[in-house]
Structures are given as C-alpha cells and as structure tokens.
C-alpha cells in the first residue's frame, strides 16, 4: 500500500484509522512522541539508551497490536505513555527480582525543574555538591511518587491525563504528587542542602 | 548536539525495526469485539461479585437473627465470649473477600481508575447492602443457606447455626422433634430426635416450665433447657419453648 503523502495534516485519530490499515501509519503517528517517550522513560527508569529503544520497540509492536483497545474519548499521547508506564514498571520489576541495578542518572535540568516543584529555588544554578544530593534524594524517591511529579512538572501533563497513563482516579494523583513533593522536601532537609 | 543526534537515530531505528517485525510477524490489531468483551467480562464479574456481598449480607443477617443471643449471657458466658462464639466470621471473612473482589473488578473495567476509592467503596458497600435486604425480606437467605447446607461439603461446620447452639446437652441445650410420648414413674416422658445427637429421652416434672405455643405434641419441634442426667441419652427438662419465635412467659399453659 502506497502511504498518502499529506500524512502531516492529519491528526492522531485520523492516523490510528489508516494504521489499522496498513503499519506504516503506526510509524508515522509514533514518530511524533518518539522523543516525548525516550526522554519520559529515561526519566522514569534511569535505563541505558539501548534498553530504552528495546522497551520502545516493544512498546511500538503491543501499542499496535492493541490498537483497537485505544478509545477515542482519551488523547492517544495518554494511551500510549500508559502502555509505555506499563512495560517500564514491568521491566523495573523484573530487573528488581533479578537484583539488576538502574543505569542512568536524571539530567541537570530535571533535577532543578523537581528541586523548583517542590521548594522555592531562587538560585539560577545549583553548587556540584548540592546537585549531587539533590540528584539523590530524587532518585530515592519510591517510583509512584516521582512517576506522577515526573508527568506533572517534567512532561508537563494536566491530572486528567496522568489519571489515564497511571489509571488511578484524579484524587489519587493529587495525593501522589503531593506526598512525593514532601517526602522530597524532608529528604532534603535530612541531608541539609542548604546550598539551596 | 552529536549525543542528540545518536539518540533520534536510535529513537527512528527503534520505529524501523518494530515495523519491520510486525510485517514479518504479520503481527495485526486484535479486534475490537475483544476488548469489548473483556470489558463486558469485567463489569459482569463485578456485578456478580455485588450479587455475592449481597448474598453474605442476607446470610450473616439470618444467621445473627436466628441465635438466641440471650441463652449464652444466661449460661454465665461473657459478652466476648458470646460474640466469639456466635458472631458468623465465615460470612464476615466472604463478605470481605467479594468487597476486594469488586474492588479490583471494577478497576480493571476500560474507565473504572476514574472513580474515587470512597466512591467506590460506597457504591459496593451500598450495593450489597441493598441486595442483602431484598434477600433477607424475600425470605430467600433462609433457603440460600438451605441450599449450602445440603450442597456444600463440610458448610455445617464453619457456621453456627440455631441448630448447634440448641445441640449442646452439656451446656443444658437440647432441641429436636417429639417423636413420642410416654409416662415413666408417673412423670412425662418426651422421646425427642435432635438433629445433631440423635434420640434423647426428655424427663418432665412438676417444676419444668412450659412456654407460650407449646403444646407437646408428637412432630412438633421444641427447644429445651435443663440438664443431662447421668444416663447418657437422658435429659431433665427445666423449661420448654417452642422452636420458631421468641415465646411468651405463660407457665405451664400446656398442662
């Protein structure tokens, strides 16, 4: 099947429909969150970039085979960042039991932006010594807490659509990134960054 | 700028490589009557797990309403002791177990996350509760817990019925169907067959209390309160009530 070339005018519904069709539409539409994606995984997981693109992979072929699930009434960006949180949690879990360790480490401008979210950053720039432990009281941080403050002030999403990626009601998101947000703030004050 | 750029390239192989093995697989969207039938799946394994809350309810309440809580207190028992005894804790643990049940149900439905605990929780707590009062109104909780009785293996055991706290000769409890009767050294003598113990032969006296609808008569079901005399199988009746209702206090009116 020849693709339409117009692909760039339509939108997100409009190309599930064609991608029900033929693949390659799947292709394009993923695409457009293919680095909203990588960057969201990287966040939530600390995985190398090749385990990264192994998850997306396979994120890509269960999205597709579960296309028809996807229901219109819910944006697809949503849709698919829940079958990636899905398979994320399911590799970290795995990785737990078989006592692997996370890779990576948050970039610098994450850490300011979850430092900014939760206290009152007026430096413009952090000490080496002071990123250093605020990197690791952030990473400390239990998954579900730093998943739906990652979502809020990271990917930038509103509650209604971390309530679709997490699939847990509104009130449930609000107190997860609320308790992450404290949690965050006595572990700073524990570790005394008063570089801040 | 190099890192971002090994990163998209990797980012695009990732989309080339997926694609190519969905082709190669032939790898196809399920179809939809699928997820619809698995969402169906969910809300009626839902509803039946309500249903079954409901059953509990009914069965719990029939249960309680059944004992005579009073007898216990009378035999010197302590108010926990009673509870412990009589409270029916294999309907409370099910009743538990199917608001779980419902719980997740409800949770794995297409768009059950939107809906707060609380919510939710009401909704199954309300549910059942309504379901219980149409089952315990109807009448059917009672043959509900018939049906268990004669189907379930092993079911008498686990709950406690009017039948067990009426079987208990030892403790002065003793309860079953008149079979006959008879005159043995000028007192009354009821041949009595208790459901649990077999066939007991029931001593009446001048001082045995004879209550409300009782009438003594062979088939008619009474419950009896005395002692066990030193004869295995025989019993001297202090009072007589009648098996259903709570009886009146007129003494002797069967005389």
């Known amino acids: ?196 | 700028m190099l890192i971002r750029i090994s990163t998209k390239n990797k980012m695009k192989n990732f989309i080339k490589k997926g694609l190519e093995k969905i082709k190669k697989e032939k790898i196809e969207p399920t179809a939809s009557w699928k997820f619809s039938l698995q969402n169906f799946f969910w809300w009626l394994a839902f509803s039946f797990s309500i249903l079954a809350g409901g059953v509990s309810i009914s069965i719990l309440t029939f249960l309680i309403a059944e004992l005579d809580w009073q007898i216990y207190a009378n035999l010197g028992n302590s108010s926990l002791e009673t509870f412990l005894i009589m409270f029916p804790h294999f309907w409370i643990i099910f009743l538990g177990l199917f608001m779980v049940i419902s719980y997740q149900n409800l949770r794995h439905t297409r768009k059950g996350y939107h809906y707060e605990v609380v919510l939710v929780t009401a909704v199954i707590i309300g549910g059942s509760l309504f379901l219980g009062a149409v089952l315990y109104f109807s009448g059917l909780n009672q043959k509900l817990n018939q049906i268990f009785l004669e189907s379930i293996p092993g079911y008498e055991n686990v709950i406690h019925t009017k039948e067990d706290q009426w079987s208990q000769p030892k403790k002065g409890l003793l309860s079953g169907e008149i079979v006959s009767k008879k005159t043995v050294e000028e007192s009354q003598v009821l041949i009595l067959k208790n459901i649990k113990s077999g066939t007991w032969k029931i001593f009446i006296n001048d001082n045995t209390q004879v209550r409300g609808r009782v009438r003594l008569e062979e088939g008619e079901k009474i419950k009896v309160i005395g002692r066990q005399k030193k004869e295995k199988s025989d019993f001297e009746a202090m009072e007589i009530r009648p098996w259903e209702g709570m009886g009146h206090n007129r003494k002797n009116d069967n005389k």
């Open chain 1, 1 to 196: 099947m020849k693709l339409e070339h117009n692909f760039i005018d339509k939108n997100d519904f409009e190309l599930i429909e064609l991608a029900k069709q033929d693949s390659e539409y799947f292709g394009i539409l993923m695409s457009r969150y293919q680095e909203k994606l990588f960057w969201y995984v990287k966040r939530i997981s600390y995985f190398t970039n090749e385990d990264i693109e192994d998850i997306l992979q396979e994120v890509l072929i269960k999205a597709y085979r579960n296309l028809n699930e996807f229901d219109a009434s819910f944006k697809f960006s949503s849709w698919i960042y829940r079958v990636t949180h899905n398979r994320v949690v399911d590799e970290i879990r795995k990785r737990k039991r078989q006592k692997e360790g996370l890779f990576d480490e948050l970039k610098e401008s994450d850490v300011e932006a979850f430092l900014r979210s939760s206290i009152d950053l007026e430096q413009k720039t952090l000490s080496k010594d002071c990123f250093k432990k605020a990197r690791e009281a952030i990473e400390k941080l239990p998954l579900k807490y730093r998943e739906a403050m990652i979502l809020r002030f990271l990917e930038e999403k509103n509650y209604e659509e971390i309530m679709d990626i997490l699939e847990r009601p509104k009130g449930s998101v609000a107190t997860l990134i609320a308790r992450g947000k404290k949690i965050l703030k006595r572990e700073l004050k524990q570790v005394r960054i008063d570089c801040l």
